[in-house]
């Protein structure tokens, strides 16, 4: 069970989820959100441990200009495209920086699961997120789950993660309902938005692993 906690941006939310064996630790540049993060400021919490849990940058419609900027700063062993990208934007990508990408795809109904065909040559995960409700000022993180069950017995042509909406009391049922081999968290380990609780990401890492 692979397991990534969301919007890293401070030493007590990077600490606890290193101690508590997250597999993936994400930071979020995009600007507009209350867990964004500076390259600097990524690349100074990476610094604290070497090895561990790989990084992932989160990026939002990227240019390329935005992705080199953290990389001159930031190792990144992920990138994951949580915006309008396409399959031939996620290709060129991969292929400029030559790092794996995820791409993040809202899902509401089962025929949103048609566009992971088209994007499978191209990525090395997905993240399986709800789409943002109306209104929502972020394109994820907006603590929105999906139906768990459309996943139930579907055959995704790469490794994935399940989010949205995942919290301690609820990614053992999730993980059940959908089969899904990974899950990644962001609100559901706050306790406040943008502000990781040491003990909801132990909680949530020891409720996913036993589920
Ligand atoms: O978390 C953000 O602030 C964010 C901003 C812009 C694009 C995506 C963002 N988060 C994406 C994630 O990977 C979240 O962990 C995922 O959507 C689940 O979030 P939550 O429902 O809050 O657990």
């Known amino acids: 069970m692979i397991v990534k906690i969301c919007g890293i941006k401070d030493a007590i939310g990077f600490d606890a989820a290193l101690a508590s064996g997250a597999d993936l630790l994400g930071f979020v540049f995009f600007p507009a959100s209350p867990r964004a993060v500076t ?19 989160l990026f939002v419609d990227p240019t390329d200009a935005a992705i080199a900027s953290v990389l001159d700063v930031c190792p990144l062993d992920l990138i994951q495209l949580h915006g309008e990208e396409d399959p031939a934007r996620c290709a060129a990508v991969r292929a400029r920086f030559g790092v794996p990408v995820m791409k993040a ?27 943002p409700p109306p209104g929502a000022a972020l394109p994820g993180g907006n603590a929105a789950p999906f139906d768990w069950g459309l996943m139930a017995g579907r055959d995704v042509p790469k490794p994935w993660l399940l989010a949205g909406g995942l919290t301690p009391a609820n990614v053992a049922e999730a993980i059940r309902a959908s089969g899904a081999p990974g899950v990644d968290v962001s609100s559901g380990v706050e306790r406040a938005r943008g502000v990781k609780d040491p003990r909801l990401i132990a909680d949530f890492i020891r409720a996913a692993r036993a589920g």
């Open 105 to 131: 795809l809202g899902i509401a109904e089962a025929a949103d699961l048609d566009a992971l065909a088209g994007f499978a040559p191209v990525v090395d995960r997905f993240l399986l997120d709800a789409k």
């Open 39 to 57: 390259p600097a400021e990524a690349g100074a919490l990476s610094r604290r441990h070497a090895g561990g849990p790989g990084r992932v940058g």
